[in-house]
């Protein structure tokens, strides 16, 4: 019998620390507002050298590592991020593939925001079912610090710059071992609660071939941050419950969550509203705040070193971000 299995984890925070006291006095805020708000400290800024390739190089190197997978090896590599290296091509993916050396591999980016790691694990997983040959690398990297308006009170606190990236690969396990627990959902809904101009929704100018327009002002992320709030907290009370219905387990049965790191009081709201104890919720938003795709990955891996993830343990993971879009699936770890 096949099962597809996570065999290599990694990730990777810039150098730079910014604290809530470094950016309150130009967002006429406070350290002790901030954490309240939204149970973050400090956050990962990335070096002006660096960029989403570069991190999610640094982290595939450490999944490749731990899962003993050579660049060659690797099939395709689907690479979640909001913050691309170029407008949109080529794609970051492809980047990473030619710095990895994975010279055997297709290579796409998986725009799903925050929602895309767990976007990509089902994308990997499926296309393992047709490849079971080959290892898949799913990535989530975000430069997100380089999005946002640094003084706008409503997102200037709340995001860092991370990577994270996870070797799927096919292994063969008796014909009598157990079924390993399944469950999955994805969805979407458009909508521009979170989002970003700067596309090519639009000409640059009504007549841009005879009146050439002038650079525009660098665009910055906008956010309402009270929908997606709501949003946050109605989405992942759903989706875990509709995969726990799916693998035909009990939500207190799980043995922990580990849902996209926005803000704590979203953690706690869903928390309440499925009457499980807050420490059922993975938090590590406190020294890396909001890193969108990379916050699932660089919590699996920050879990695993500490000894709180281990083989066999039934954990959920669980993304939301703009798109709007969400993706929940349970894993026995390490079996998807
Ligand atoms: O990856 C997905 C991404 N996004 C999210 O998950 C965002 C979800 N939303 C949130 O996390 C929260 O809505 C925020 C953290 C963005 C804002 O927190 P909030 O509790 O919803 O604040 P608020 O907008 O309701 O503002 C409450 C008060 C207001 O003052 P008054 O009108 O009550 O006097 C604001 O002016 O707090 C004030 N305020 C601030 N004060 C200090 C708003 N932002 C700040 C700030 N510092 N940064």
């Known amino acids: 019998m096949l099962k597809i299995k996570i065999s290599g984890i990694g990730s990777y925070l810039p150098k730079r620390v910014v604290t809530n006291d470094e950016i309150a006095p130009q967002i006429d805020s406070s350290d002790e507002w901030i954490f309240s708000h939204t149970g973050i400290k400090t956050r990962h800024v990335a070096a002006p050298d660096e960029s989403a390739s570069s ?17 060659e090896e690797i099939g ?19 980047i990473v593939q030619k710095q990895l050396g994975c010279v055997n591999a297709a290579a796409f980016d998986l725009a799903a ?17 047709g490849h079971p040959k080959t290892k898949v690398l799913v990535i989530g990297t975000e430069v997100l610090t380089r999005h946002q308006d640094w003084r706008s009170r409503s997102t200037a606190m ?27 959902t994805m969805g979407a809904d458009g909508d521009l609660a979170i989002h970003r101009e ?50 035909g387990i009990e939500p207190a049965k799980l043995d922990r969550i580990f849902a996209h790191q926005a803000n704590t009081r979203i953690l706690d709201s ?58 929940a699936s349970l894993i026995e770890w390490p079996y998807l």
């Open 270 to 327: 869903v928390a309440r509203r499925m009457k499980l104890p807050n420490e059922m919720f993975y938090n590590y938003l406190a020294p890396i705040g909001n890193t969108s795709s990379a916050s699932i990955p660089v919590c699996l891996d920050k879990a695993l070193k500490e000894g709180e993830l281990t083989d066999g343990m039934k954990i959920a993971v669980a993304g939301f971000g703009a798109g709007l879009t969400w993706a």
């Open 76 to 94: 395709m590599i689907i690479l979640g991020t909001t913050t691309p290296d170029y407008m949109n091509y080529p794609s970051t993916a492809c």
């Open 198 to 247: 700067g596309g090519s929704r639009l000409p640059p100018a009504p007549d841009h071939i005879h009146d050439i327009p002038a650079p525009a002002e660098y665009p910055t992320l906008k956010m309402d941050g009270h929908a997606v709030f709501k949003f946050a907290v109605s989405t992942l009370d759903r989706i875990l419950c509709q995969i726990c219905a799916e693998g």
């Open 113 to 129: 925001a925050c929602s895309g790691f767990v976007y990509g694990l089902e994308m990997g997983k499926c296309y393992l079912l």
């Open 158 to 184: 709340i995001f860092g710059d991370a990577a994270g990236a996870a070797v799927l690969e096919t292994v063969e396990v008796p014909d009598d071992t157990p079924a390993t627990l399944t469950g999955n």
């Open 55 to 71: 991190l999610a190089v640094e982290a595939s190197k450490k999944a490749m590592e731990q899962a003993g997978a050579k660049p």
